[in-house]
């Protein structure tokens, strides 16, 4: 017998969706044009680079000068400046905050099967869910140019991801709460995506690949043997440097902040290894120079090793344009966000303050973990993985927001696959804009690039 009070409560959340078509219609979230007051996007980059380590910013200005892509990847804050002088649906969810396409990927779930979803949250914060699907297909269109598409192969790119989003979330408004909450996607889910033979075999070669992508591989590349024989971090600076003189004090009183945030069981796993070294360790495009290490530890008995990465965590690049979080420490907001984001979890995700008072976030390094190489897809394969991360990020957003009303804004139409097509091709023109920007400033010394 269907209870009545619950499908009242599903009408007055489509009927939300569909009052936010009168505000915002689907059709106008395909503009873009940039105002005449828009930010300087190179003083974005330069006020984020005055919170982080000063040696390491010119590496971050080179990673992203190397391309659009890399541009882009590395230009979150300037996006979200962006779309906050837009108009906005008002539908809420967790936001990724940065779901460009090479934030998803594989990983290990706890009971040790290979996901797909996504896998950086550092921007991580409540807002209109569009946001999260403009980065992707903005992301996705100057995927597509890279790799030498014309602007009707970035067109159906972004409008497949546009368009499996959409699907999605309509399937998933006619679930129940449990059903959506522990929908995933899994490693066969992926493969199967791939039509011909000779495709799959590359996608079966990926998926090995991440299942041998572990601590126990990790420790031949990032270790050697020290005098005493014990693994120690390899020294490769400037992007791998061990900290040689480790305050231990300091080190207790973060790992025990650190297990505080932890479920009881897992403190207990956590204390059957012993830390035997510590480094430095530059990660990603946006996130160089933030403060970032590697700890490896040993299990007490056998000796098999764990990386555990240490990353700082500031203020999301969204907080200036949403309301404020509710959260005090970023490292806290980080660990929330992906546990409300991801259908599987890293079971040693938790968080700390440092001595120094900055706030970090903990997680394994490596947990068969891999990622899809972007600028080698077809553009067949580009329109299939995109069509993918559309479909994963519905299920992201559907765990946190108002499914019901998202899907009824969206309608069952292509509306909103054609306006985000259109956007994706319009900000993808604004990224050549920016990125030459950023190739004027280092080409007359207003911002230093150093490769690595």
Known sequence: MSDPTIATTAQAAADIGRAARQRVPRSALGSW???????DPISVLEQQAATRVPELVPIRYARMAAAQFPFLRGAPAIMAADLACSPNTGLTVQLCGDAHLSNF?????????LVFD?????????????????RLVASIAVAARANSGDDADARQSAEAAARSYRESMNRLSGLDELSV??????????AALVAKPKHRKGVEKALTQAKSNTSLQALGKLTEAGPDGIPR??????LLT???????????????DYRRTLAEERRVLLERHRVLDIARKVVGVGSVGTRCFIVLLAGQQTGNPLFLQVKEAEQSVLAPHTKRSRFRHHGHRVVNGQRLIQASGDIFLGWATGPDGRNYYLRQLRDMKGSAVIDDMSRTALRRYSALCGHTLARAHARSGDRIAIAAYLGTGDAFDRAMGEFALAYADQTIADHRALLAAIESGRVPATID
């Open 233 to 238: 971090i390899r020294s490769r600076p400037p």
């Open 118 to 134: 996504l896998n950086d949250f550092d921007e991580t914060l409540p807002g209109p869910f569009e946001w999260d699907v403009k």
């Open 33 to 39: 044009a940039a105002a005449h007051d828009r930010v």
């Open 242 to 256: 061990p900290i040689e003189k480790v305050d231990s004090l300091a080190l207790d009183h973060v790992f025990a």
């Open 105 to 113: 990927g594989l990983f290990a779930s706890p009971e040790r099967a």
């Open 181 to 190: 909450w522990y929908e995933q996607v899994d490693a066969e889910q992926v």
